[in-house]
């Protein structure tokens, strides 16, 4: 056997001369051999050494074979067990392979035969390391097919919005425009002024104008296709001037605003005033979210953080709060276009999937974690090679999920 391929036995037998015996033919062979004088001790030796092979004796003082064996199969490792009796016969085979053994063999033991049952036995348990290999690779490309197909039925949905936002942001900007000249107008004439009754009503359809040329906006952003600038930045740089804008309104809503940005964070390729947009839509979430909580009451709390996973080689930016939770079965809308949970008149339903289109054209990720403190994070993720698409990285996501739990169960 070369180095790598040595395999453990295990022989546990009150036996002495044959536990020796056993022994040093084994390690002729380049087994390396542990024995143990009876049951207990070699359940004790089995847990310690982790054996790929178990050479057992039936008939021993105490705890004989056969119970031993069913604790053997109980145990989280796993090895392939050779019952040895000298009292042989069909009822203690069938009894031994029913608790799970390999094979058994009669006493006294001829070692050919031995050594032609070991071999099957390694063999054995080379085909299941290879099946197993080739399970876990088969759920490891499931698992990116089914993040790739949400990516790609996400990408069709976008390309959806943005060839019809590209035709209604057309027709509609000049109309918009020409009703903005006339609010202004409006706004100035003193008649309207002079009345507040009248003065609020216009003021009102000023807002709701407002409003609409929001989501007019937006649904340019999607039909332009921004490339964005990117410059080589730090994440912290967008995420601290998301922070600075709201500070104040934050304080205004009775809500506490906390930043934690990991210092010497890594570089990448980003457009700091998209990625700024993402920070600021995930704020205006969180306070919408609080507000329902709270109601402009203290008790409302919103924390900042980016993190760094070497592992994965992306940087990290996420957003937490107390406010309102998730409504269940939602979840995988949160970034289709037009999707709101938000009352009618306030939300847009762009917000998010903006949010999404601009991340997935940083090659990161977006999403939101339930964390045990029965709060929730938003989060995207940026890689540090700008090549890289995490997308393609099917762990990422767990380990961003884990880090967060454990970033903010320690805060």
Not at 316 to 342: C, H, M, W, Y
Not at 380 to 386: E, G, N, S, V
Request: hydrophobic content about 40%; glycine content about 6%.
């Amino acid at each position: 056997m070369t180095q790598e391929n040595i395999y453990k036995v295990l022989v546990i037998d009150d036996e002495e001369i044959l536990r020796d015996r056993l022994k040093q033919l084994l390690q002729l062979d380049d087994y390396e051999v542990t024995t143990a004088e009876n049951g207990p001790k070699g359940i004790e030796e089995f847990s310690r050494i982790s054996p790929d092979l178990v050479l057992l004796d039936i008939k021993m003082p105490g705890m004989d074979g056969i119970e031993v064996l069913h604790r053997l199969k109980q145990l989280p490792h796993s090895a392939e067990v050779f019952i040895m009796t000298g009292h042989g016969g069909l009822e203690t085979a069938i009894l031994a392979m029913r608790e799970g053994a390999f094979d058994y063999m009669t006493k006294p033991i001829e070692y050919d035969e031995l050594e032609i049952n070991l071999k099957r036995a390694i063999a054995k348990r080379q085909l299941e390391a290879r099946e197993k290999l080739h399970v876990d690779e088969i759920e490891s490309v499931n698992k990116k097919l089914k993040i790739q197909g949400v990516q790609l039925l996400q990408s069709a949905k976008l390309a959806a919005v943005g060839e019809l936002g590209a035709g209604v942001a057309h027709e509609m900007n000049q109309p918009l425009m020409a009703i903005a000249s006339h609010m202004e107008i409006l706004l100035l004439n003193p008649a309207i002024t002079s009345d507040p009754k009248l003065l609020e009503k216009v003021q009102k359809i000023k807002d709701q104008f407002a409003r609409l040329s929001t989501i007019v906006k937006r649904m340019h952003d999607y039909s332009s296709g921004r490339t964005g600038s990117y410059v080589d930045e730090t994440l912290n740089r967008p995420v601290h001037d998301g922070y600075y804008l709201f500070a104040q309104q934050f304080k205004d809503h009775n809500i506490e605003l906390t930043i934690n940005l990991k210092e010497d964070l890594s570089r990448t390729k980003l457009d700091r005033h998209q990625i700024q947009d993402v920070v600021i839509n995930f704020l205006i979430n969180s306070r919408d979210a609080v507000d329902d909580v709270f109601s402009l009451k203290e008790g409302g709390r919103i924390d900042i953080v980016t993190r760094e996973l070497p592992a994965n080689d992306c940087i990290l930016a996420a957003v937490r709060d107390n406010g309102i939770s998730v409504q269940e079965g939602t979840e995988e809308s949160l970034f289709n276009p037009f999707f709101t949970t938000k009352p009618v008149g306030k939300g847009t339903g762009l917000g998010l999937s903006v949010c999404y289109n601009i991340i997935k054209n940083h090659n990161g990720i977006i999403g939101f974690t339930a964390l045990p403190d029965k709060r929730k994070a938003f989060y995207f993720a940026l890689p540090r090679d700008p090549k890289k698409n995490l997308v393609d990285d099917a762990g990422v996501i767990p380990a961003i999920q884990e880090d967060l739990k454990a970033c903010f169960s320690a805060a």
